[in-house]
């Protein structure tokens, strides 16, 4: 999943200052690859080598078919290139000096090339507009075009391993060559690197796709329901319910109220919104036509109306706010509901659960009076630890992205122009935020158009970093929709809208329990609570077990029984297998005692308990969310 990454080769100096050291670090490794590709071939033409999210490429075009095989030797040639510990030299030049230097061949090179010009480099010049310093840099005898930044020597690369190759087209455009892209990545040391590959192969291991298939979570349909469209199959769709109880319950002790919405609307709806006619549309499907009554003989039911799948709950709510008249005593008003929404993601960007076309989100809309902004807030964010508990989340950041003053008109114009209402918007949450102990990184430019954004970082138990839920704060389209409520003076005033959506969608949000749990599930999520075994199929001990089953069903445990007359240990390892969490298994002495033995996933035997207490721990576990 690095294209996303990989798509702003050409980053703004503005954004090349924010490298963070590890990419820093990890680009000065590109320079360094390069140097010693050209070691083995002289001739090796280089186009872009930026960071990624978990390294860095370099696109170059070479004779040689590059394989991993060929990695251990480039690695070599890389290691005596830190090992010399050259400084990265950076030298500024006017453009004529670099064309001239690329002409010669001496750019991406160890030195000058007659009769073979850098032409990637060429191309690169132009791309720098005119206004823009040109930059070069130097380590050992490799001098390279790059705006930077790099370390300081190529021995502060503290370790580095070549990953994998690709293809891709330089700048990516089909109608240009086609390079070999050389993967790598790079750390500050190597226990982190060793971190991370570990890390890697568990994520493998605890890959979403696989754990979902092996469990029979959910299934994509391409051929005849579409792709990104996720079936929940049973044990999914149990995990999705108990998704739902949990906010649900959570949501209702906060004193939300539970609406529902149609899956279309008009056209007009999202013209109103401001998501339409421009802002939102790539990632809306297409809007389906509809003539309202064809023999009506009044002219305008004649033409066609568009009505569009919903992307986002809000404006729906939106329309529930305006349905009464509000006053402040109805305020803060938290309308909530389990949404699903449509978004078109292009066919190679879908990804498992992780990115789809059918999202049903945690959705819930905050009405409230700019007095009472601080609290609600406030309380959004603890709903947010909150969950975080209850699935042993340890590690998670907010980023607080604020808008871009110099984008309010214009042509790249990307949030609404009301710069007064930026102002305070962002100085309320930035209160907040820094009154509350809650970590947070601040990133502007990123803010939703019409306010201030949290996406909400969260890392699971193995170290992967996740996106899973969002927190906005909207002051601009409360106002498109003309939503007021009569204050305490009689006046009409526009209240402000708290975005939020703490367990995000079922579908990345169940991705994402799927790596940190590995799949076994704590009991209360578990799609398979209870399997009860018996030892054998004899008529009274199989009764004895259907009535464990029946009575637990009865209380909205999912439970199984298996009473085949199978080995009990075949029986035990088919649970396991299936990461069933609790395992009753009874035999001719648990009935006689009225007792079951307790196996748990993993734990193995716990021991021999008194029915009715197994079952009782059973009911607690659930209702308390624990284990
Ligand atoms: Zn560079
Ligand atoms: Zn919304």
Known sequence: MQSHQEQAERKTLG???KMTELERIRHSCAHVMATAILRLWPDAQFAAGPPVESGFYYDVEVQHRISPEDFPKIEEEMKKEVKANHPFEKIIVDRNQAVKDAQTGRLGALSERPGNPSKFKLGNLEDIPENEPISYYKNGEFLDLCAGPHV??????GAFKLTSVASAYYKGDERNPQLQRIYGTAFKNKTEMEAYFKMVEEAKRRDHRKIGAEMGLYAIDTEY???GLPLWLPKGAAICEELEKLAKETEFAAGYVRVKTPHIAKERLYLTSGHLPVLYKESMYPPMELVEDPSSTSPHSHSPIKYYLKAMN???HHRIFAAEPRSYRDLPLRLAEYG????YEQSGELFGLMRVRCLNMNDAHIYCTPEQFADEFNAVNNMYLKYFKIFGIEKYVMRYSTHDPSRLTGDNAKFVNEPELWKQTE???QRVLDESKIPYVKVPNEAAFYGPKIDVQVWSVIGREFTLATNQVDFAVPKRFGLVYRDKDNTEKTPLCI???????????????IEHYAGNFPLWLAPEQVRVLTIGEDAPLVNYAKEIVRELRANMVRAEGEYTNDKINGKIQQAEQAKVHTMLVVGPRDMAANAVS???????????KPRNEAFQEILRAIRERTS
């Open 15 to 17: 954004d090349r200052s």
């Open 152 to 157: 300081m020597r190529t021995g502060n690369i």
């Open 225 to 227: 329901v579409g792709p």
């Open 314 to 316: 809000c404006p729906h």
């Open 340 to 343: 699903t929404n449509y978004r």
């Open 427 to 429: 100085e309320m949450v």
């Open 499 to 513: 975005h939020r959506a703490p367990l995000g969608t079922h579908e990345r949000f169940i991705g994402f329990l």
């Open 598 to 608: 307790v196996r748990m996933h993993g734990k193995g035997n716990v021991g021999v």
